[in-house]
């Protein structure tokens, strides 16, 4: 049996469309990183490969008894589904498992030692709420809350920042917001260090810098 160049790029698709849709759901929740040994096009493979394997018993019944010719639409949906409607909420539910850490947590508990499914630190700490002191290179210290409305870049190579609401402290050390400010945008290539904090620490910063 010889395929023609058309077969090769329908099954190519094929093989490409489920895990791209998959792929495109979980990067929702985890940043996705391309090494060299891990090009894009093989994690889309992957993907597909694990969609087809849900599907094929269904695939294959509906096949043999020639469903396509009897209810042409109702294929054409299934098509649909299979392709992408399908493997795009099951990438909604890996990424939300894996973000969730739910299954890492139970295979440590079993002792069971796993890599981190996020790629970066940077990826980890900027996907959590916290309110920041942002070091920059000049010695410039921006206090802020990084939150619902903030973000940070995840292209490998620009790490700026975008900090929803800025803060000064007064004169007994507390943060006060700044009036009328829409926040405040860092490059990445200024910022020398971050710190984070949650609000009891904060107000415990003022309690101390008082006494």
Same mark, same amino acid.
């Given at each position: 049996m010889?395929?023609?160049?058309?077969d090769m790029?329908?099954?190519?698709?094929l093989?490409?469309?489920?895990?791209?849709?998959?792929?495109f759901?979980y990067g929702?929740?985890?940043?996705?990183r391309?090494?060299?040994?891990?090009p894009a096009?093989? =994690?889309f493979?992957?993907?597909?490969?694990?969609?087809?394997?849900?599907?094929?018993p269904?695939?294959?019944?509906?096949?043999?008894?020639?469903?396509?010719?009897n209810?042409p639409? =109702?294929?054409?949906?299934?098509i649909?589904a299979?392709?992408?409607?399908?493997p795009?909420?099951? /990438?909604?539910?890996?990424?939300?498992?894996?973000e969730?850490?739910?299954? =890492?947590?139970?295979?440590?508990?079993?002792?069971v030692?796993?890599?981190h499914?996020?790629?970066?630190?940077?990826?980890?700490?900027?996907?959590?709420a916290?309110?920041?002191?942002?070091?920059?290179?000049d010695?410039?210290?921006?206090?802020g809350?990084?939150?619902?409305?903030?973000?940070?870049?995840?292209?490998?190579?620009?790490?700026?920042l975008?900090?929803?609401?800025?803060?000064?402290?007064d004169?007994?050390?507390?943060?006060?917001?700044?009036? =009328?400010?829409?926040?405040?945008?860092i490059a /990445?290539?200024?910022?020398?260090?971050i710190?984070?904090?949650?609000?009891?620490?904060?107000?415990?910063?003022?309690?101390?810098?008082?006494?």
């Amino acid at each position: 049996m010889t395929l023609s160049n058309f077969d090769m790029a329908l099954y190519t698709l094929l093989f490409l469309i489920p895990g791209f849709s998959m792929s495109f759901a979980y990067g929702y929740f985890i940043p996705q990183r391309d090494q060299a040994y891990q090009p894009a096009i093989l =994690r889309f493979f992957f993907f597909s490969c694990v969609n087809f394997a849900i599907w094929w018993p269904l695939i294959h019944q509906l096949i043999t008894i020639k469903y396509y010719d009897n209810h042409p639409f =109702r294929w054409s949906i299934c098509i649909i589904a299979v392709l992408i409607i399908f493997p795009f909420i099951l /990438g909604l539910v890996a990424g939300l498992i894996t973000e969730k850490e739910w299954l =890492r947590v139970m295979l440590h508990k079993v002792k069971v030692q796993t890599l981190h499914p996020v790629p970066t630190a940077w990826d980890y700490i900027m996907s959590k709420a916290a309110y920041t002191i942002v070091t920059l290179k000049d010695g410039t210290r921006i206090y802020g809350k990084y939150s619902n409305n903030s973000i940070a870049s995840s292209v490998p190579n620009e790490k700026d920042l975008y900090i929803e609401v800025v803060y000064k402290l007064d004169e007994n050390g507390s943060w006060q917001e700044i009036p =009328r400010s829409n926040g405040v945008w860092i490059a /990445g290539d200024q910022i020398l260090h971050i710190e984070f904090f949650t609000m009891e620490e904060i107000t415990c910063q003022a309690v101390s810098h008082q006494e």
